[in-house]
């Protein structure tokens, strides 16, 4: 399948097998096959991703605040093999559920620091 990554990957929103939103194609990370063609072997998704494909300065703020936010600096995307990709059209569709996936780190972090805080929240979907 041949796609043009600026107009029909990046930025679309990510969507788990049971129709969840998972976040954003941020950027994309290449591989390099046995004949030396490269392709596309994850879709990154996450402020660490976003920050370095922007770059200058917001990218700079946005890695930054990511690395704050997170227990274990440098904060990493979440890194998504294309192999769990079942279609893309107006948004890439998994085949497996969010909950399968490892949970970001500044989303991890947020949950344990913020959200779980909220009376209540332990009963909210997650």
């Known amino acids: 399948m041949r796609i043009q990554l600026g107009r029909q990957l990046l930025d679309r929103q990510i969507v788990d097998s049971a129709g969840w939103p998972v976040g ?6 290449f591989a390099v096959d046995a004949e030396g ?7 990154l998704s996450g ?8 770059g200058g300065r917001v ?4 890695v930054a605040l990511a690395d704050r936010l997170t227990d274990d600096p ?3 995307p979440l890194r998504i093999p294309v192999t769990q990709v079942a279609r893309l059209d107006s948004a890439v569709w998994l085949r497996v559920r969010a909950d399968e996936l490892p949970r970001p780190p500044v ?5 344990r620091h913020l959200i779980d805080r909220i009376p209540g ?5 997650g």
């Open 74 to 76: 440098p904060a990493s």
């Open 59 to 62: 990218g700079r703020l946005l």
């Open 47 to 54: 402020e660490r991703a976003l920050g370095d494909r922007i």
């Open 37 to 43: 063609f490269p392709y596309v072997a994850y879709l």
């Open 107 to 111: 989303e991890a972090w947020l949950r």
């Open 121 to 125: 929240a332990d009963r909210a979907s």
């Open 24 to 29: 954003k194609v941020d950027d994309v990370e």
